[in-house]
């Protein structure tokens, strides 16, 4: 009895593992995250190619909402179907975009599973974050030398992502574009410096990326933002690559 959870990296097919996809072609039943009922999974789209004709392909809902006690409900109902499904003998896989260990879903499962299951037998497949095919496609690089490196999701208590940018050369934003602006506003207070290197990329290597770089002085006179959930943003104190 086994439940593997497979990185689906960032979006490109072609970045994707060859343990990943071979787990894919063999798998019974796939299991796909997504915010809502009706909305195809991106981690599904990401591996579709892989996937084998006879595979049962099942949509899991994992609500977007910071209200704990509704979520817990999705994780615990989610876990259960996933591990009927591996209790019958099945080669049971769950998606990921990205890597399985950077704000995915797949940690609510495992500790469902491992609470509730412990005779399930889990594995994790890793997958490429976003952070770096971002990093790659931009070709920077995140750190080097002494140079220290915070991730941090945007989206959540502002205090708390000073108190990191201060401490920090490089910074990586995630979740999600729609808060980077009141990010970049904070960022002068931080000891990020006018001339300080702001990269930011809405869906990297999903066909219709987005990359654009700018000083922070730059950003701010025009107001450059993305508004989508799939942006990550890179802000570095040097001006350089
Ligand atoms: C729930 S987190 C998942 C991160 C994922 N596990 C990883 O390893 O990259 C979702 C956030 O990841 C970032 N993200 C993931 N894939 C992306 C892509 N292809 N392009 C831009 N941002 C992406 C966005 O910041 C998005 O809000």
Redesign the pocket.
Known sequence: MEVVCVGCG??DPELLTVKAASLLKNADVIYAPTAREGKPSIAFSIVQKYVNATAKIVDLIFPMVKNREQTRLYWRRNAEQIAEAAKMGKNVVYL????PS???TWIYIQREITSRYPEIHLKIIP?I???F??AAQAKISLAEGDETLGIIPACYDLEKVKRTANSCDTLVF???GRHFGEVIEMLGSAGFSDDSMITM??????GEEVLKRNSLKEIRQNKVTTEK????MVAKRKNGS
């Open positions: 960032p979006g990921t975009v990205g890597d950077l704000y995915s997958g974050p976003s952070v095919a971002f995630l979740k999600d990329a809405q869906d990297v290597s999903a959930y799939f942006s990550l």
